[in-house]
């Protein structure tokens, strides 16, 4: 099969479409036709090297950890899926990934695909989504009529840290750019301050809020600067490490880390399939061009969430 992977960290240009050998089912294990494989950043700190001291990866890796595909093989001990079914999944990030056109998926991770739309854009819902889910109901535990701002509202994440929190009956202020302004506002945000045109304090000053969720790399001061926005005794959650060591007014300080649970992401596309949620995918690259993606992630001209189409 063709594969896209790297045999050395480094920049772009390390990575390789090639011929890879195809994945076998082990036990617990199905394989899947891969129809989409979600890009995220954290896909390049990863090749890159800056995380190998937490994700041991065995080389060459194959990238991508978000997938939908259609299992092709069942391996010893799986019961609950058979070959023909469409799923989606949260892949292990230090196992092989689904930048390929086949990738093999431990079966407890799996979750039925949604069955509205088109199952290569569905690679855009697992880990985003369920990192939207944990930080607002797991970490902060978002209740109705709690204001919130989230930060970063125009990214993958915060695309459904919005719908979330405003279904929840919280009320959204997110920042976000002209591109994704009208986007935002449809997913049910109150007010949209446009970061590029007015400073977010300037916009907010004088005001606090229950929540803040931070979704975008801040340097420390600027970390320090949007705890200011926190009421006392509210939360502040960062899904972008490192987070702040403490926090002062009671203001609870909630470092998040996103994790696969297949049966929160059962629950995210069941709304999906109710219409309740909304996939947003702004390109379907071939996988062939893998590299140059990557290449416009870090010169931050990827114009939003992008799905590999072996």
């Not at 930048?99 to 695909?113: D, F, I, M, N, Q």
């Not at 300037?202 to 970390?223: I, K, M, R, W």
Request: net charge negative; hydrophobic share 45%; proline share 5%.
């Amino acid at each position: 099969m063709k594969a896209v992977r790297f045999h050395s960290y480094g920049d772009s240009d390390v990575l390789v479409h090639e011929e890879s050998d195809r994945p076998q089912a082990g036990a617990g294990q199905v394989v899947l036709r891969v129809a989409g494989a979600g890009v995220n950043p954290v896909d390049a700190s990863l090749r890159a090297g800056y995380v190998r001291e937490v994700f041991k990866l065995a080389l060459p890796h194959v990238p991508c950890y978000d997938v939908a595909g259609v299992i092709t093989e069942v391996g010893d001990g799986v019961s609950d899926w058979n070959v023909g079914d469409a799923v989606v999944t949260w892949l292990p990030i230090d196992g092989p990934g689904a930048a390929a056109e086949y990738a093999v998926a431990p079966a407890k991770t799996l979750t039925a695909a949604p069955r509205t739309g088109d199952l290569p854009d569905a690679a855009a819902l697992p880990s985003v989504a369920l990192t939207a889910w944990q930080a607002l109901f797991e970490h902060v535990g978002l209740t109705a009529g709690q204001t919130v701002l989230i930060n970063g509202a125009g990214g993958a994440v915060g695309g459904y840290a919005v719908q979330l929190a405003a279904q929840a009956g919280a009320s959204v202020t997110a920042t976000a750019g002209a591109g994704s302004r009208d986007r935002v506002r449809s997913y049910g945000a109150e007010r949209i301050i446009d970061y590029t045109a007015t400073p977010l304090q300037e916009a907010v000053a004088g005001e606090q809020f229950d929540v803040v969720l931070n979704l975008v790399f801040l340097s420390p001061a600027e970390l320090t600067q949007l705890v200011d926005l926190v009421v006392d005794g509210g939360a502040f959650a960062n899904t972008v490490p490192p987070g702040l060591a403490h926090t002062e007014r009671g203001v609870r300080n909630l470092q998040v880390f996103g994790r696969s649970d297949a049966g929160q992401l059962a629950e995210l596309v069941a709304r999906v399939d109710a219409g309740d949620l909304k996939i947003h995918v702004a390109q379907r690259r071939p996988l062939t061009e893998l590299r140059a993606v990557h290449e416009e992630l870090a010169a931050q001209k990827l114009p939003g969430k992008t799905v590999l189409i072996p």
